[in-house]
C-alpha cells in the first residue's frame, strides 16, 4: 500500500537557523513527487516536482532533493514569512489518475 | 493568486440542508479534483474529473455528489451531512490528470451542526 510519512509534525526555528524536513515513501513505481506550502485558512500552494532520484529543485530559500525512499526540503536561512505548513505527495505509476497521495505534512515556524 | 476560486469560502449547514459547493478554474485545464482536508489527516482525494467526466470516485459516501457540466467549473452538491464531515474541502485543477501539478483553490470550510 502506498505511504507518505513527513518528518518532524513540527518544527520551530530561530531566524537563519537553516534545518531540513523530510518526507518518505513507499510506491510501487513512483510518477512524480510534490511539494506545496499551505498557510492557515488557504489552500496548499505548489512548490516544486521532483521526477527521478538524483534530482534536485530550487526556489529562493527552499531546495528539494530526491532519492529513491525519500524527499528533503532544505530551508537555508529561513524567515519568518517561511512559516506554514509543508506537504509533500506522491503520484504512483500504479494508481489511479491523478491520485496523489498526501503526506499529513510539517508546520513549520520561524521565530524573529 | 492561484488562478483556482471557491465560493462559499465559509458554509454552515445542519444535518438536513442541502447545499452546493462551487469551484472554477481560470487556467485552461482539463482535469479538476475535489479533496477533503481535515484535522490532524492527510489530504484525501474525494473525486477525478477529467475533460467533464468522472474517472476517480474514492469510495465517497453519496451524500456527496459532484457534477463537471465544463471544464471550468466544479461543483459538490452536499445532502443530509454529518457532523463529521466538517472540514475543509479543497478544489484543485492541473492540465491532464497523471504526473502534472495541481494548482488549489482556497478551499471552503463546512461546518455541519
Known amino acids: 500500500e502506498d505511504q507518505v510519512t513527513q518528518s518532524p509534525e513540527a518544527l520551530r526555528l530561530q531566524e537563519g537557523e537553516s534545518s531540513s524536513l523530510n518526507c518518505s515513501y513507499t510506491v510501487s513505481g513512483l510518477r512524480g513527487l510534490f511539494w506545496y506550502r499551505q498557510d492557515p485558512g488557504k489552500g496548499p500552494e505548489f512548490l516544486f516536482t521532483l521526477y527521478s532520484a538524483g534530482e534536485e529543485k530550487e526556489k529562493e530559500r527552499l531546495k528539494a532533493t530526491l532519492t529513491k525512499k525519500e524527499s528533503f526540503l532544505h530551508i537555508t536561512a529561513p524567515k519568518p514569512e517561511d512559516s506554514a505548513t509543508y506537504l509533500c505527495?506522491?503520484?504512483?505509476?500504479?494508481?489511479?489518475?491523478?491520485?496523489?497521495?498526501f503526506g499529513k505534512g510539517t508546520k513549520l515556524s520561524v521565530k524573529p | 493568486e492561484t488562478g483556482v476560486t471557491q465560493t462559499p469560502r465559509h458554509l454552515v449547514m445542519g444535518m438536513t440542508n442541502k447545499k452546493s459547493l462551487k469551484c472554477e478554474q481560470h487556467?485552461?485545464?482539463?482535469?479538476m479534483y475535489w479533496y477533503k482536508q481535515s484535522a490532524k489527516k492527510p489530504l484525501e482525494l474525494m473525486f477525478v474529473?477529467?475533460?467533464?467526466?468522472?474517472?476517480e470516485n474514492n469510495s465517497v459516501p453519496s451524500r456527496f455528489s459532484p457534477e463537471c457540466p465544463n471544464s471550468s467549473h466544479l461543483f459538490l452538491h452536499l445532502h443530509t451531512l454529518q457532523p463529521e464531515d466538517s472540514a475543509l474541502y479543497l478544489c484543485?485543477?492541473?492540465?491532464?490528470?497523471?504526473?502534472?501539478?495541481?494548482?488549489f483553490g482556497p478551499g471552503t470550510r463546512l461546518t455541519v451542526t
Open positions: 505527495a506522491v503520484q504512483d505509476y500504479g494508481g489511479s489518475q491523478g491520485n496523489l497521495i
Open positions: 484543485a485543477s492541473s492540465p491532464r490528470t497523471g504526473s502534472y501539478e495541481q494548482y
Open positions: 487556467l485552461g485545464h482539463n482535469a
Open positions: 474529473y477529467s475533460l467533464e467526466e468522472r474517472v
